[in-house]
């Protein structure tokens, strides 16, 4: 059962004012709201996912002093969520692991060299702008499908169109 | 629940102490005061605080000096403020960087249609024009470092923004003290050369925020 708005918002207060016992249970009905919101988003396995959750989790805690109990509770639990997911993906260096490519590659010799790494923002200048778009707010800024086309104005379906011809023409520059 | 996440939690909540309301605010502040206060060490004990002081302020000019810098520097808190939180929440208010440097510019614009040409390059130049600009540059160093010091334990996620504000504040907070040292009296000097000396930390802000504000 997921705790609402509200709730969360009732125990983050709490916590402001000293309460230990609220401060626990905020941070324990946030992990799996947390988890969600990196699984939609971030290509990992779990263990890398729950890494993520437990930065968000300790800068949450750490920087509560930044939340201001006048304004919305979770608007700024994600806002810590997705800086900490930004700095994902710099930390790697803006690569993606190539078994992102997965779905587009089945070549034997790209599946072997799947730990390899690819500066993909080099690789994104390569690709029509709207490709290019579309791959930079879904994998590097960490925005969901949702999000990416808001972003652009354009439809979800374009977007997903986008992100298959970009992948795969990066698919081809990169040899397969 | 992963078990190792539950242990997280579990050593997190070990210390939960009170948080009182303003304590972004107060900061933010503690930094710019701890600057300042380096500041005014280092502007007594240099270049030494104008001995007309006592009759200058009964006249318009360093009023005009202290209100542009300080503007400068309040806009930019006020932005610096908001950068310290982590949502993404509307800057409009920076557009009222005009207001103070168009007000400047105008009184600098009617001195220039009031003095002779033979005396605008002093109007311009002033007395000292060589080092004024790296003044202001230098005595921000420290109000510079105090804000960084206060951002570092909140939560910027606009991080070349949030040093941008933190150096632009900087520079104009310090410009307001310096103006306790300056004697130049001319609209046009302060635009160009304390202007100066004040984006100049903006810019080294924007440069570094990146680096050092993050958390």
């Known amino acids: 059962m997921r705790a609402t708005e509200g709730e969360l918002q009732t125990l983050m207060i709490g916590g402001l004012n000293g309460d230990a016992t609220a401060q626990r249970a905020l941070l324990r009905a946030l992990a799996p709201v947390l988890r969600a919101f990196f699984e939609r988003r971030v290509h990992s396995d779990a263990e890398g996912i729950e890494d993520l959750v437990q930065d968000s989790l300790i800068a949450i805690h750490t920087r509560r002093a930044t939340y201001d109990p006048a304004r919305p509770f979770t608007a700024w639990a994600y806002a810590v969520a997705r800086y900490k997911m930004v700095d994902h993906f710099r930390r790697r260096k803006q690569t993606v692991p190539l078994d992102d490519f997965a779905e587009i590659l089945s070549v034997a010799s790209f599946e072997a060299a799947s730990g390899a790494q690819i ?9 029509p ?15 969901s499908v949702a999000e990416a086309a808001e972003r652009a104005g354009i439809s979800e379906s374009d977007v997903k169109i986008s992100i298959h011809r970009g992948l795969k ?8 | 629940m992963r078990p190792t996440t539950d242990m997280l939690i579990d050593t997190l909540v070990l210390d939960v102490p009170p948080v009182r309301a303003g304590a972004v605010e107060r900061r933010v502040l503690a930094g710019l005061a701890i600057g300042a206060v380096l500041v005014c060490i280092v502007i007594f004990a240099t270049l030494g605080v104008r001995p007309d002081l006592a009759q200058a302020v009964h006249r318009p000019t360093i009023w005009m000096k202290w209100g542009y810098t300080a503007s ?17 929440r509307g800057l409009g208010m920076l557009w009222t960087f005009v207001v103070p440097v168009v ?4 009184v600098a614009a009617v001195d220039m249609a009031r003095t002779p040409p033979a005396a605008m390059p002093h109007l ?21 470092g105090g804000f960084l010091w206060a951002i570092r334990a909140l939560a910027p996620t606009r991080l070349r923004l949030a040093g941008a504000m933190a150096g632009l ?10 103006g306790f040292a300056c004697q130049e009296t001319s609209a046009l000097f302060v635009l160009t050369w304390y202007s100066l000396g004040i984006v100049a930390p903006m810019l080294i802000g924007s440069i570094i925020g990146p680096r050092v504000l993050r958390w």
């Open chain 2, 124 to 144: 311009w130049f002033g007395h000292s024009w060589r080092h004024c600009s790296m003044l202001v540059l230098a005595l921000s160093l420290p109000i510079f």
């Open chain 2, 72 to 88: 400068l520097g309040a806009i930019a808190l006020y932005a610096l403020l908001r950068l310290a939180r982590p949502e993404r």
């Open chain 1, 129 to 143: 702008s709207k490709q290019a778009a579309a791959i930079r707010a879904t994998r590097i800024d960490g925005l």
């Open chain 2, 103 to 106: 007000l400047l510019g105008v």
């Open chain 1, 119 to 127: 500066d993909v923002a080099r690789l994104l200048e390569a690709l």
């Open chain 1, 169 to 176: 023409t990066l698919a081809a520059r990169v040899g397969v």
């Open chain 2, 169 to 178: 504040s900087a520079g104009g907070f310090a410009a307001t003290l310096y």
